[in-house]
């Protein structure tokens, strides 16, 4: 049914059909956060001592360094901005969503997303989205903003565009390792142990990938990409990105999410429902 209706109507059809559907998403998961406004307080305050452990090891490297692989502290702490900017992503709208599929998928209850007029992965991804963390968003712009005070700088209106070029790359990519993860349920009972193996690796990204050498540097930046989701908008934004790394990047970031999709479509072709 999705793809019939997506064939007899225009891309911007679809298009408005689905962002009409993204806004309701948005609004139900609104109200449902505000109905525990304790939770909602409680919440932002655990995001705000998080970001300030999450600047703790910085602050102890370069209390005894100038610099970390070529890295300044004003410039590390771009870096940072970037990984608290897409931990807000992760935690408040991908992961959310995407971690009651497993539930689905195990108790064969994925087949009320399935029968639904529209994309099933559209729907799952857009399930539930958490609004306080919005908080690491702003935490994520003020470590900007003492960063490029530092650097007694600012980023140019070009260098901000490529930078937020590189953020929609970054949460493309963020979205395709978690569609991966998920993925692996249709295949396995639990997978737990993956996500908390996708955490810690995500939590690398607070630093440059220039810290890593050897096999470290070759996995961080080919195949759990965490170059594309800190490091390069970070260069992107100091003005130190050359165009072909950038080019390169988008066109990786491409095959990855179009790998993400297929492999999706491969699993939903496993999955058997409690009807069955």
Avoid: C
Avoid at 94 to 114: C, Q
Avoid at 126 to 152: C, H, M, N, Q, R
Avoid at 201 to 206: G, V
Avoid at 225 to 242: D, E, F, N, Q
């Amino acid at each position: 049914m999705p793809a019939m209706t997506a064939g007899r109507r225009g891309p911007l059809a679809v298009a408005r059909r689905y962002s009409r559907l993204l806004r309701v998403q948005l609004a139900m998961s609104a109200l449902t956060a505000m109905q525990y406004r304790a939770d909602f307080v409680v919440r932002g305050f655990i995001a705000t001592l998080w970001m300030a452990v999450t600047l703790v090891p910085l602050l102890v490297v370069f209390g005894v360094r100038r610099t970390v692989a070529g890295w300044s502290f004003p410039e590390s702490l771009v870096v940072v901005g970037w990984f608290t900017l897409l931990h807000a992503v992760l935690e408040g709208a991908i992961s959310p969503s995407l971690t009651a599929v497993v539930e689905h998928v195990r108790h064969g209850t994925l087949d009320f997303v399935l029968l639904k007029p529209a994309d099933a992965q559209f729907l799952v991804s857009t399930s539930k989205i958490e609004p306080w963390y919005v908080i690491d968003v702003i935490g994520a712009l003020a470590i900007f903003g003492v960063a490029f005070g530092k650097l007694g700088r600012w980023p140019t209106p070009a260098q901000v565009g490529a930078a937020l070029a590189l953020l929609l790359l970054a949460i493309v990519i963020l979205y395709s390792i978690w569609i991966l993860v998920i993925s692996a349920s249709f295949w396995v009972v639990k997978v737990d142990n993956l996500s908390y193996l996708f955490g810690s690796l995500f939590d690398a990204a607070r630093w440059p990938i220039s810290v890593f050498r050897g096999a470290l540097r070759i996995l961080f930046t080919f195949v759990f990409p965490i170059a594309l989701l800190t490091t390069y908008p970070s260069l992107a934004l100091l003005g130190r990105l050359p165009a072909r790394t950038a080019l390169a990047a988008f066109a990786g970031g491409l095959v990855f999410s179009a790998l993400a999709r297929w492999v999706w479509h491969r699993a939903l072709g496993l999955y058997t429902s409690a009807s069955s």
